[in-house]
């Protein structure tokens, strides 16, 4: 099994450009957490998916960011017209039942030029 | 709302001192809590689950329902021990939501 795949490891975008974050959830997990850590912080709660549904979206900004996790393939994380204050590292988790211990991946570093 | 608090951001003790992470609930109910790790460049990865009882890395957790507490305990405090501690919780019976701890950034000094 080889654990939470998340790519890129490394996002490099200009200001007002798109960013698409991808996570493979481990095999037999369905569901999805997705973090922000920003410099100097801890993790931030985004939002929690359940194949094809979004069950918590309550720490996602109301504008601009956007997640999703289609039947088949990996969850997206999309941020619009990112800004200077997106960089940070973006984690994604998942777990095969909603009170089982979440499994992270190595995250996305995302920079804003 | 449902929550987990971890009320220090920064926590530094000397190696070999005891140390103690504290983190709160406020669950109705019986909760199951979790504790994370977090080391320098390295992905955030379980500790240990309440429900195990067990210790990892000579550290325990136990589970107070009367000050409502899941507090990360280890009596000697090693210099490998330095990272980021996440506290985290689900209550009986309902959906994930968010419960992640703020974390507390421990740094073992020599």
């Known amino acids: 099994n080889a654990g939470v795949m998340q790519n890129p490891r490394h996002l490099v975008r200009r200001r007002g450009q798109e960013a698409r974050l991808r996570c493979s959830p481990m095999?037999?997990?369905?569901?999805v957490y997705w973090y922000r850590q920003l410099p100097e912080e801890g993790l931030k709660f985004m939002v929690y998916?359940?194949?094809?549904?979004?069950?918590?979206e309550s720490g996602m900004p109301k504008e601009r960011f956007s997640a999703e996790f289609p039947k088949e393939g990996p969850s997206i994380l999309r941020i619009q017209q990112v800004v200077r204050g997106d960089s940070a590292a973006y984690f994604c988790?998942?777990?095969?039942?909603?009170?089982?211990?979440?499994?992270f991946g190595d995250g996305t570093r995302l920079s804003i030029l | 709302a449902q929550r987990v608090t971890q009320p220090e951001k920064l926590l530094s003790v000397f190696k070999g001192a005891p140390v103690e992470l504290k983190c709160n609930y406020s669950?109705?109910?019986?909760?199951?809590l979790f504790w994370y790790v977090q080391y320098s460049r390295q992905r955030l990865q379980l500790l240990l689950r309440?429900?195990s009882r067990e210790s990892i890395k000579g550290f325990t957790a136990d589970l107070n329902k009367g000050e409502t507490s899941f507090h990360l305990k280890k009596p000697f405090a090693q210099e490998e021990d330095s990272a980021m501690y996440y506290c985290?919780?689900?209550?009986?019976?309902?959906?994930?939501?968010?419960?992640f701890g703020s974390g507390t950034q421990l740094t073992v000094l020599p």
């Open positions: 985290d919780g689900i209550s009986s019976g309902s959906a994930r939501q968010l419960t």
């Open positions: 095999k037999g997990h369905s569901h």
């Open positions: 998916l359940q194949k094809e549904n979004i069950i918590d």
């Open positions: 309440h429900i």
């Open positions: 669950y109705s109910g019986s909760p199951e």
């Open positions: 988790a998942s777990s095969p039942q909603s009170d089982q211990p979440q499994h």
